[in-house]
């Protein structure tokens, strides 16, 4: 793609664009008009680093801007507190000052720790997302979820957060792994699935497209994802509602994460066979038509995700889904499906529950 596209997230006075377009890590005028401060600290893991590191702090040197950068390792397994504290601990070796902004270059783990010190360190610093992977291009930069992993729940410690600005860059998602590729289009189909039955036949037509990465298919996939969930985060910013669709097939997903030690499976394929569950629910519960069910199940393989899920045992999936934010007094709350574009939020009865996960594994 040739131009770039740019999606508001209307919030008032912490609005904030994203930025959609091919190498735009390397461009300094769309890191200036969001750095105040003379110091920036780049985020990044050990193994983004290497690809896009030099790259970001090449654009940033016209700035004259004292820069640092905190190498972090890889994967879900070290979204945690201890990892957390190395940001900490630069931050505090390098005298960051509350001007300090914070960049995190990767992915969604990267984006949900740099995003969650920043709205720690001395109670709140500017941070900008640079996410370099289709699921935090697509979903985890927009929307100022932050946080960590706890044992016992998936980003269950955190906060809201806002970024002062998102730059997507599409031209990174060509040194993805397939696993990490479709592990994003789990993201994608959920949007469409919740929000534009219009957007989910376009999935469906193009899923090859997108499979194979093309560049004009990928720009349109993050564009309306992304303009999908600045809808949805404008209307209800800290979940009160709304955002909560924003979840489908995160429920069984995250008992799946959590269940197999986090990073076994990837938040993505976690995700896409969670919305599987979710799709045999909603039908059990008789929200939802076989043929529509049908059509999820189709273009969740024909990303190349899972769609059977691991044998945890009913007892455990329920007692993992009960450590869930959208849970009240223990009463899980599922996201179902009454039609591609359309969604509700309840409780279901245990029986359906478990024939469900019984259906899955």
């Not at 890191?31 to 030099?54: E, K, R, W």
């Not at 993992?320 to 574009?341: N, S």
Request: aromatic fraction near 6%; proline fraction near 4%; glycine fraction near 10%.
């Amino acid at each position: 793609m040739d131009r770039m596209i740019t999606v508001n997230v209307e919030l008032g006075e912490r609005a904030y664009p994203i930025h959609i377009g091919a190498d735009l890590i390397g461009q300094t005028g769309l890191f200036a008009p969001h750095i105040a401060g003379n110091s920036v600290t780049i985020v990044t893991n050990s193994t983004v680093d290497p690809l896009y590191g030099d790259k970001l702090r090449a654009a940033l040197a016209p700035l004259n801007k004292q820069v640092s950068t905190v190498v972090l390792p890889d994967g879900e397994a070290h979204k945690n507190l201890q990892t957390l504290n190395l940001i900490f601990d630069a931050l505090l070796g390098s005298r960051a000052d509350r001007k300090t902004t914070l960049i995190a270059l990767g992915g969604g783990v990267i984006g949900d720790m740099t995003g969650f010190a920043a709205a720690c360190y001395m109670r709140g610093v500017p941070f900008i997302q640079v996410p370099t992977t289709l699921l935090s291009q697509v979903d985890s930069s927009v929307g100022g979820k932050t946080g960590i992993n706890h044992p016992l729940g998936k980003n269950m410690i955190g906060a809201f957060y806002q970024p002062q600005a998102v730059i997507a860059d599409i031209g990174a998602l060509r040194t993805l792994p397939g696993r990490e590729l479709a592990a994003g289009l789990a993201e994608v189909i959920k949007t469409g699935a919740i929000a534009d039955d219009g957007f989910f036949s376009w999935i469906e037509a193009n899923i090859d497209a997108l499979n194979r990465c093309e560049p004009e298919a990928m720009a349109e996939a993050v564009k309306r994802s992304c303009e999908i969930k600045a809808s949805v985060v404008a209307q209800d910013e800290r979940e009160g509602g709304l955002r909560a669709i924003l979840n489908f097939g995160h429920t069984f997903g995250h008992a799946i994460e959590a269940g197999l030690g986090y990073g076994e499976w990837l938040h993505g394929e976690a995700v896409g066979c969670g919305m599987v569950m979710a799709a045999d629910l909603s039908v059990r519960l008789g929200h939802l038509d076989e043929a529509s069910r049908k059509r999820l199940v189709d273009v969740v393989l024909a990303a190349h995700l899972p769609t059977r899920a691991p044998a945890l045992g009913a007892d455990r999936y329920v007692e993992l889904m009960q450590i869930d934010k959208k849970a009240e007094a223990g009463a899980i709350k599922f996201i179902l499906l009454k039609r591609f574009g359309e969604t509700l939020i309840t409780p279901a009865p245990d029986a359906e529950v478990h024939a469900t996960l019984a259906a899955a594994v």
